[in-house]
């Protein structure tokens, strides 16, 4: 590392500048900062990892960024780094700026140097957050307590503060018990009952925290029941975060095996019914001979694990149930792609149908590689055996095709080369089943097995072993709508000149996508509409004496109708 005496000038910058303003999207114009070493001032922080060293920060508008940790200095497993407490202002922070294409809001600041950061005032520390009672019953109050603490000065006042189903916001005094233990008690409720609930505090020089800081995307919160727990109640998570009701809590609970070792080597999936929610995957069990259609009851902790919640622990018999075997699967839930996208952590659309059997239906693929270039990886580019698909909605999300043993491939490893069946743009399937994940930042399907495909309909001649068309045919068309670009495929049964074009409403030549001589077989081709106005186009192909003619309506999301 270059040393202080050669630090380049800091160019002023404001969060507005990178971030569209009061949110974490970028703009589009934050891809110039990349590798500049900036100033940002007068920004608080939230979302601290005392494990990495990391936290995010914010404006009075709530625009956000987050803080890297490239610099080791900064980086708490190797330096013992101390990152500010939560709502801490910061006179300002310096750094260089690293844009990514997924995660962390796709762009990060980094700090290098020791005095990169400078902490203006520390709020009082509030930790260790839990409430007494796991499953909360009609009638029971509940006791939460917290460790708040002042580094600088003393704790003048802490609240818990709570509503009742999404109602006005209430407040508890919290009383000090013993050195820096706070507790407040929340009063019993009614039955089916659902209680969030934050903690304020305030110090002797008026500054103030809150956790979770932002309360908006994240309450601790709990269900009031006369019945036992489900799993829909142990996944369900309404504030954006994805954390459950009972993390860090013993719980017992039953359900449906829907994918087993035979599956993934790793991973085995517990289901109660369908729906949101119903679905989760149980940490331990590996050893243990479970199949799919075993009804069991597992004991285990809550927790999450990159983002995706499981039951931990469960690794002997005597934490699990085998209640019956050869019951019937839960059907899998038909969602849309839109649903889970390629949306971040607690998404909730997404999050609602993490652990859950799904299907999609009628979908194309729409990239072979989902991060990065076709083929295995290498030159540059990565390939972990993901595709991305799309269907009716025209919104990709991934499908993951390395995780089991597939007939189905993207070509993420040269031994696959004469492996069948490998997946190209435009590849259709009736639709396309397995276990909703989140792994690596991503919410992505992963099928089980062969079966989950269904209605395989290879569009590229590579694919068709060689099987002609019999006859002329442009088709409409996929997805429809689309954002920003759609698959048109045709096909020709003899060699031909093929000349594909796009039309305004006054017939004037929009685009020409393909003008070449093609041999024969069935084709499928990319038309991106970025850059073309809103309005009614038209697609024309001729090829030989065939011409055909399909009416499309560009609308940014773009729809194309069959004429």
């Known amino acids: ?86 709502g801490s202002i910061l006179n300002y922070i310096r750094g260089y700026i690293e844009t990514r294409s997924s995660g962390s809001g796709g762009i990060t600041l980094n700090p290098a140097y020791p005095d990169d950061i400078e902490v203006g005032t520390f709020p009082p520390v509030i930790s260790n957050i839990t409430r007494d009672i796991v499953e909360v019953g009609y009638g029971q109050p509940v ?28 407040e508890i005094d919290m009383t000090n018990v013993s050195d820096s233990t706070f507790i407040g008690v929340i009063p019993a409720q009614n039955d ?50 994805g954390f459950s009701a009972y993390n860090g809590f013993e719980i017992t609970v039953s359900g449906i095996v829907t994918c087993d070792t035979t599956d993934f080597a790793s991973y085995i999936f517990i289901q109660n019914g ?23 009851e597992v004991t285990g902790v809550v927790g999450e694990s990159f983002s995706l919640t499981q039951i931990f622990g469960i690794d002997d018999p005597s934490q699990f149930n085998l209640i019956s075997t050869g019951n019937t699967i839960p059907a899998a839930s038909e969602i849309s792609t839109s649903e889970t996208g390629t949306f971040g952590s607690g998404t909730i659309s997404a999050e609602q149908w993490e652990g859950v059997l799904v299907k999609y239906s009628n979908i194309f693929v729409t990239d072979e590689n989902a991060d990065g270039n076709p083929g295995p990886t290498g030159n540059g580019s990565s390939n972990f055996g993901e595709i991305f698909i799309a269907d009716g ?32 743009v435009g590849d259709q399937f009736e639709s396309l089943s397995g276990i909703l994940l ?8 992963d099928p089980r097995s062969d079966d989950d495909f269904s209605g395989y309909i290879p569009v590229s001649v590579e694919n068709q072993n060689n099987t002609l068309p019999e006859k002329f045919e442009l088709n409409q068309n996929y997805p429809n709508p689309f954002n920003p670009s759609t698959i048109i495929t045709f096909s020709i049964p003899i060699e031909s000149k093929v000349v594909l074009k796009i039309f305004n409403i006054l017939g004037e030549e929009v685009k020409t996508i393909v003008n070449e001589i093609k041999t024969a077989g069935k084709y499928s081709v990319t038309f991106d509409a970025s850059g073309i106005s809103t309005g009614i186009y038209f697609y024309n192909l001729s090829a030989g004496e065939f011409n055909q003619v399909r009416k499309n309506d560009i609308i940014k999301i773009a729809t194309f109708v069959a004429s």
């Open 1 to 86: 590392m270059i040393g202080i005496q050669d630090r380049p000038q800091a160019v002023e910058l404001t969060l507005d500048s990178l971030k569209v303003t009061g949110t974490d999207d970028n703009k589009a114009i934050s891809e110039k900062w990349e590798g500049v070493y900036v100033i940002i001032r007068n920004v608080s922080t939230f979302d601290r990892n005392s494990g990495t060293g990391s936290f995010r920060i914010q404006d009075g508008n709530g625009t956000k960024l987050s803080m890297g940790t490239k610099s080791d200095y900064f980086y708490s497993p190797v330096s013992g780094y101390v990152p500010p407490t939560d």
């Open 143 to 170: 006791t939460v307590s917290s460790f708040i603490k002042d580094v600088d000065g003393s704790v003048v006042s802490a609240k818990l503060k709570y509503r009742v189903n999404g109602s006005s916001i209430q």
């Open 192 to 241: 089916s009952s659902i209680v969030d609930y934050f903690i304020w505090a305030i110090d002797n020089e008026n500054n103030e925290s809150q956790n979770p800081s932002d309360t908006s995307s994240n309450r601790y919160f709990y269900f009031v029941l006369d019945h036992p727990i489900t799993i829909q109640h142990i996944q369900y998570s309404p504030y954006g975060s």
């Open 274 to 296: 369908d729906g949101p929610w119903s679905g989760i995957r149980v940490n331990g069990t590996e050893t243990l001979i479970l199949r799919k259609g075993d009804l069991v």
């Open 393 to 424: 909605s025209g919104i990709n999300t991934r499908v993951n095709l390395d995780d089991s043993q597939l007939s189905y491939h993207n070509f993420y490893d040269s031994s696959l080369v004469d492996q069948p069946i490998r997946l190209l």
């Open 438 to 445: 989140y792994t690596f930042g991503n919410y992505k399907l």
